[in-house]
């Protein structure tokens, strides 16, 4: 109650040089929404930052703000949508709004390589934008599964992984092994 939020668009964060991307959701109500930057201060955020740092990506596990020290080498994190949704479902709406961040940033990523998508809803806004680019001509037989990697016809390589969210994490959906084993194949696809 007595945290002072960002309560605004979250920016992305991480290496401009980035050869591998982690695409989210959006910003989680008391995480990003609270700190300003993508999954930090929250249960998923606590997931996501140790594999990072063991997989390479991130200078430390810990995330609890924007003034903490953490510098990721090699990895942007951003989102399909970029404030809180309410109910933490963003709208078709929201998503179209959003899409032009996306498209913008990703051109601007000129070293990038690979895409993690974190979740169902990364997965579908990544293939949207594929369509929306020119990429790709249609979704096709792209279907999102844990762990599924498909090769765009421009080079890109899609990686699927479910959220890490404390719903997939706490009932062992998700864990930490398998989470780092996508992060793991997405460096090695990327050649760093």
């Known amino acids: ?84 949704p309410p109910g933490n479902k963003p709208t078709l709406e929201e998503l179209r709004n959003c899409a032009p961040w996306l498209d913008q940033e990703m051109s601007l990523l000129k070293d990038l390589r690979v895409v993690v998508c974190l979740g169902r809803i990364a997965f579908d806004g990544l293939l949207a934008h594929g369509i929306r680019t020119g990429i790709l001509r249609s979704r096709g037989e792209l279907a999102f599964a844990h762990g599924a990697e498909y090769k765009f ?8 992984s479910y959220h890490p969210s404390l719903q997939n994490t706490n009932t062992g959906k998700l864990t930490r092994a398998m989470l780092l084993k996508v992060f793991e194949r997405a460096r090695k696809l990327a050649e760093l």
């Open 1 to 84: 109650m007595d945290w002072e939020y960002w309560g605004r668009p979250v920016p992305s964060f991480g290496d401009p040089k980035a050869r591998v991307m982690a695409l989210g959701l959006a910003p989680g109500a008391h995480g990003s929404n609270r700190t300003g930057r993508p999954f930090t201060g929250d249960g998923s955020g606590d997931s996501l930052y140790p594999v990072l740092q063991e997989a390479g990506f991130a200078s430390h596990a810990k995330a609890v703000s924007r003034d903490d020290g953490m510098k990721l080498s090699g990895l942007w994190i951003t989102a399909v949508a970029r404030c809180a």
């Open 153 to 160: 016809p421009s080079g890109l390589i899609a990686i699927a």
